[in-house]
């Protein structure tokens, strides 16, 4: 079995960011669909559930499964994978990671950009411009 993987971005209610991905099987890539999945699992943990959009939630890539994905998907038809919690602010001094996630989780228009060959300089600098916006 291969899945479909979808990355999510869902601001919570105390301010942070919450990074997950949405795993379904491959041929299952209906944005609906995978939007309810992602509802459903937003009310599970007690978060807005008002719904996803392609501005929080965007299909990533098709890889294999871990024994527990294809346990989830079998029982559920999905699979959620909690990646990262994004804090409201970023550190005082971030690694060029902290500072991608900080960008995709809080400014949307950077939330599915390719960072890769932009240098940490770069990186650096935006995150100052738009924080002195």
């Not at 994905?69 to 029982?75: G, K, P, Q």
């Not at 409201?88 to 400014?107: K, M, V, W």
């Not at 228009?109 to 960072?115: G, I």
Request: glycine content about 6%; charged content about 30%; some cysteine.
């Amino acid at each position: 079995m291969k899945i479909a993987v979808w990355d999510t971005y869902v601001k919570r209610k105390n301010g942070t960011v919450l990074h997950f991905d949405i795993l379904v099987p491959e041929s299952q890539i209906d944005p609906d669909t995978i939007y309810r999945y992602g509802t459903e699992y937003l009310a599970s943990i007690g978060e807005d559930t008002s719904g996803l959009s392609a501005e929080q939630c965007r299909f990533c890539h098709v890889e294999e499964p871990s024994e527990e994905a294809v346990r989830s998907i079998n029982e559920k038809g999905y699979y959620i994978l909690e990646m990262d919690e994004i804090p409201a602010s970023h550190p005082e001094n971030p690694t060029r990671r902290d500072i991608i996630l900080h960008l995709r989780g809080h400014y949307p228009k950077y939330r599915f950009a390719n960072f890769r060959g932009v240098s940490d300089d770069e990186i650096k600098s935006l995150l100052q411009t738009l924080t002195n916006a």
